[in-house]
């Protein structure tokens, strides 16, 4: 099954479908700037937070590049 970080869930369907969310559990775990490691469809290899937000500065979508 393919999952989706939330920007590339609602770049492809419109909605945040929560795929790579709570990874750690459904509490927020992480400290900020913190995100767990997983493999998103359209970013490919990246880090999210516990919301399912990709955080990763180098993804393939470069979601992030412009905080940087």
Do not use: W
């Not at 989706?4 to 775990?29: R, V």
């Amino acid at each position: 099954m393919a999952d989706f970080c939330k920007q590339c869930s609602i770049e492809n369907f419109g909605e945040d479908t929560q795929d790579l969310a709570f990874l750690g559990g459904y509490a927020p775990t992480l400290l900020p700037n913190m995100g767990y490691p997983t493999i998103c469809e359209g970013c490919g290899i990246t880090m999210v937070n516990d919301y399912g937000e990709c955080i990763d500065h180098s993804c393939l979508r470069e979601h992030n590049a412009a905080k940087v």
